[in-house]
């Protein structure tokens, strides 16, 4: 691993930290998702001041470069990320889905009284929307 390649790689995950760590601060960011970005950090800057590391691994796989391995790790890692956030994203998408429709429906009742929802099911006939 290049000199230049170690280097930037400390200079972009210091930069990293220094930006998870200030979002914290200004609480845009959670501490469970920050945990994931300052590890992440942290393995970049392991890897860039102790290459031994890298090159064992390297040799171990039968990589041509250790660099090649390098961004191996790294794209596998934010593979793995962007899945979890995408299991999250489809869990808040269903409880917003149930949250908004649970309002409608305490604003049906509000609206309109259970009195009259109870007697509209009795007749058969499905609300379509309010006021109709």
């Known amino acids: 691993m290049t000199l230049t390649l170690r280097a930037l790689l400390i200079i972009v995950s210091?930069?990293?930290?220094?930006?998870?760590?200030?979002?914290?601060?200004k609480a845009k960011m959670q501490i469970?998702?920050?945990?994931?970005?300052v590890l992440f950090s942290f393995l970049l800057i392991l890897l860039a001041v102790v290459p031994r590391v890298l090159?064992?691994?390297?040799?171990?796989?039968?990589m041509q470069s250790p660099a090649n391995l390098l961004f191996l790790v790294i794209?596998?890692?934010?593979?793995?990320?962007?899945f979890s956030m995408s299991i999250k994203l489809s869990l808040l998408?269903?409880?917003?889905k149930t949250l908004a429709q649970n309002e409608a429906l305490e604003k049906l009742v509000q609206d309109e009284g259970p009195e009259k929802l109870a007697?509209?099911?009795?007749?058969?006939?499905?609300?379509?929307c309010p006021g109709s």
């Open 14 to 25: 210091i930069l990293a930290t220094t930006g998870v760590i200030g979002r914290i601060r």
């Open 32 to 37: 469970e998702d920050a945990v994931f970005w």
């Open 55 to 62: 090159y064992f691994f390297t040799e171990l796989l039968g």
């Open 75 to 82: 794209i596998g890692l934010l593979l793995m990320k962007v």
């Open 93 to 96: 998408e269903e409880k917003l």
């Open 119 to 128: 007697q509209e099911r009795t007749d058969g006939k499905p609300r379509i």
